[in-house]
């Protein structure tokens, strides 16, 4: 019953967070913001699973009393208690370890983060942007309901409605690691409303989601960045198109160009340009990290490959399907309107499940 694998992982964790509690509380800590601030996330993430430790083990040690009661006991309503005990404990432990064993698969560190979120228009023509824009708003509403905020850095409108590019920020709690899913080519079928002859047409909008990086995860050389100021384009009333708010930053190393205009202030557009920057540089090396483990995992999304097709949104069968997991669901109005927390935790299932086997547990 007692499953030892577990808790020698769980020993070696409980040491390690007791550590980290020591080097949280050291003066010489404290005074290194970087090192206190990655020092306590690391803490924090460990809690959960120290406190199922401590549930695991008081568990164990009420089902050995009980086992031990039954073999000493001589009374017989207490044999009848302990065996009873012993059948609820029974029941509960293998819970309890599979729990236990989702909490010990190593996360992707950047789960807890913001995001940035990228859609762009892809084969379709019009009817692509028109799409893009149906993506923007089926994200929006998701955010709406799980309580994130979305920003818009920066967006190019399409020539009948919706964006050619939309790039926003969306912050919250663990929003990339639920966002991460949608990263991939989202594929369409519909009648456009620009086809006059009633046929279905397929069309391609691309969705890219990115961790949001912090001051601590990247040394950003100012002097390495040219900035430029220019008027903004687009709605926004006429201090929006006759002052110098927008802001493009070039990263001169890389080559790397990010740009904000959404905001009529150029120091705001500047902040959130900064942002975008810090976080596009940040993933060149976390990129590396995707493309290392996508080779192993056959339904892990958040990989560096961009251009797989993840999704098909079916509009005569009012249809979704996910390709990555064959999951399919014909509630597409529903679906566009910002219900899709049902196919993203089959995703987590999927890769939950991939991790498990990894893990060998």
Request: hydrophobic share 35%; proline share 3%.
């Amino acid at each position: 019953m007692e499953n030892n694998t577990i808790l020698t992982k769980l020993e070696g964790l409980t040491e390690k967070y007791e550590e980290l509690s020591r080097q949280i509380s050291d003066p010489a800590t404290m005074s290194d913001m970087k090192r206190y601030v990655t020092l306590n996330k690391e803490y924090k993430e460990l809690e959960p699973i120290v406190a199922a430790c401590a549930n695991y083990k008081k568990i164990l040690h009420d089902w050995r009393s009980a086992k031990e009661m039954l073999a000493t006991e001589k009374d017989e309503e207490m044999r009848e208690m302990a065996k009873q005990e012993i059948e609820q404990l029974e029941a509960k432990i293998p819970a309890i370890e599979d729990e236990i064993k989702l909490l010990l698969i190593p996360v992707d560190p950047q789960d807890g983060k913001n995001a940035i979120l990228e859609i762009r228009a892809g084969t379709g023509g019009d009817e692509a942007s028109i799409f893009a824009g149906d993506l923007f708003r089926m994200y929006a509403k998701f955010a709406e309901k799980k309580g994130w905020k979305i920003t818009i850095n920066t967006s190019s409108e399409g020539t009948v409605g919706g964006f050619k590019e939309i790039i926003c920020a969306v912050k919250g709690v663990g929003v990339y690691g639920v966002l991460k899913y949608e990263s991939g080519v989202h594929r369409v079928q519909r009648v456009p409303q620009t086809e006059t002859q009633g046929r279905v047409h397929t069309s391609a909008a691309s969705v890219a989601v990115l961790p949001e990086a912090d001051e601590f995860d990247v040394e950003l050389n100012m002097n390495d960045v040219r900035k430029d100021t220019f008027c903004s384009s687009g709605p926004g009333g006429q201090s929006v198109n006759t002052t110098y708010s927008a802001i493009r930053l070039t990263h001169i190393p890389s080559g790397i160009v990010v740009q904000c205009q959404d905001e009529k202030s150029q120091i705001k557009n500047f902040d959130k340009a900064l942002v975008e920057l810090r976080t596009r540089l940040y993933n060149l090396e976390y990129e590396k990290y995707l493309n290392e483990i996508s080779s192993k995992r056959k339904t892990m999304v958040s990989t560096g490959d961009r251009s797989a097709k993840i999704r098909t949104y079916n509009y005569p069968q009012s249809r979704v399907t996910d390709h990555r997991i064959n999951y399919t669901m014909y509630n597409l109005p529903v679906f566009m309107d910002g219900d899709i927390q049902e196919v993203i935790d089959q995703l987590q299932v999927a890769e939950n499940s991939e991790r498990l086997k990894e893990s060998g547990m």
